[in-house]
């Protein structure tokens, strides 16, 4: 089939390269038999959210050119250390591919031409891939620990009241980090704390944390220790054995809350399986700590891999 153009250009930050990526490039593929994509530097992605879990430029980049090898057409990469790239001096670019969130860049390079007597180039825009609850697919929202690269959405496990069957329970009993002694001396995401007795001995040995999440019981008995003179900021409601939507709707909400300061969640029933919400709902690079009856304190270090794990074992 005769494509459209001889030579195109794109560009992207293609960080966490997921399913929006893949179908941009087929998009450019289908309309250039030659793809000039550039792959923006690191300095162009200050103020990006969820900055610590953004993939460097040799990561993106390996990622697009492995993808790239799939489409069958030749591909040229640059790096991108302003807007325009050589979209102002590439004599052969015949074309810009956009998506609808990079179409006002295009625009703007066309008007830069236009000051340089260049003749704008056409352009022709991808629509957006969407997740399956309708919004948008961006690497912002995986980096948020929100959605995966092929736009499951996480909170949408939860949407019906979980009651967990022998082979779940038997997973999530199991120790699903590593035991510790005492908490990682520096992190790059927020701290989650799961259970009275782990809220308390951070509490003890100040250790700094973000979110506590209890329900004034040690091992199914009232508590009266240090976590009922805590400052409540939400509350909720969970039965033993059960995830319940409120429980997981809560986690999510207090998590967008998360700004350097200290927050406490207290669940009336039981919180133990709060822990596979809170990783379910955690920002990449997250840290949450619960304690392993007879074992100690675990220490789960929230990724892509634990949450396909996690998501996995619910469905």
């Not at 066309?110 to 690497?139: F, S, V, W, Y």
């Not at 509490?203 to 999440?213: A, E, K, R, S, T």
Request: with cysteine; net charge positive; hydrophobic share 40%.
């Amino acid at each position: 089939m005769k494509k459209t153009y001889t030579y195109v250009g794109l560009g992207g930050t293609f960080d966490h390269f997921h399913l929006g990526h893949q179908e941009f490039l087929k998009f450019a593929a289908r309309l250039g038999q030659h793809l000039v994509i550039g792959v923006t530097n690191q300095k162009m992605l200050l103020g990006k959210p969820y900055p610590q879990t953004l993939q460097s430029l040799p990561q993106r980049l390996k990622a697009v050119k492995k993808f790239a090898k799939t489409l069958r057409v030749s591909c040229e990469f640059i790096v991108l250390d302003n807007l325009y790239g050589t979209a102002l001096d590439d004599q052969r670019l015949e074309a810009l591919i956009a998506t609808t969130e990079t179409q006002m860049g295009c625009e703007s390079i066309n008007e830069a031409r236009k000051q340089l007597h260049l003749k704008p180039l056409p352009i022709a825009t991808c629509p957006m891939i969407k997740d399956q609850t309708g919004a948008e697919l961006h690497a912002d929202r995986i980096r948020a620990g929100l959605v995966n690269r092929e736009g499951l959405v996480y909170s949408q496990l939860f949407k019906k009241l979980i009651k967990l069957n022998q082979k779940q329970r038997t997973f999530f009993t199991q120790a699903q980090g590593k035991l510790v002694d005492k908490p990682a001396a520096k992190t790059s995401g927020p701290v989650i704390l799961v259970g009275d007795q782990t809220v308390e001995k951070f509490i003890q040995n100040h250790w700094p944390y973000n979110l506590g999440i209890f329900d004034y019981q040690i091992e199914r008995q009232k508590s009266f220790g240090l976590s009922r003179q805590l400052k409540v900021n939400q509350k909720t409601t969970n039965p033993a054995g059960y995830i319940t939507t409120d429980l997981s709707q809560s986690i999510l909400q207090i998590m967008t809350q998360l700004h350097d300061q200290q927050l406490h969640l207290l669940v009336k029933g039981e919180e133990d399986l709060a822990t596979v919400a809170a990783v379910l709902h955690a920002p990449l690079a997250a840290t949450v700590y619960y304690g392993q009856p007879q074992e100690g304190l675990v220490e789960i270090i929230v990724t892509e891999t634990v949450k396909e794990k996690f998501a996995k074992a619910l469905a």
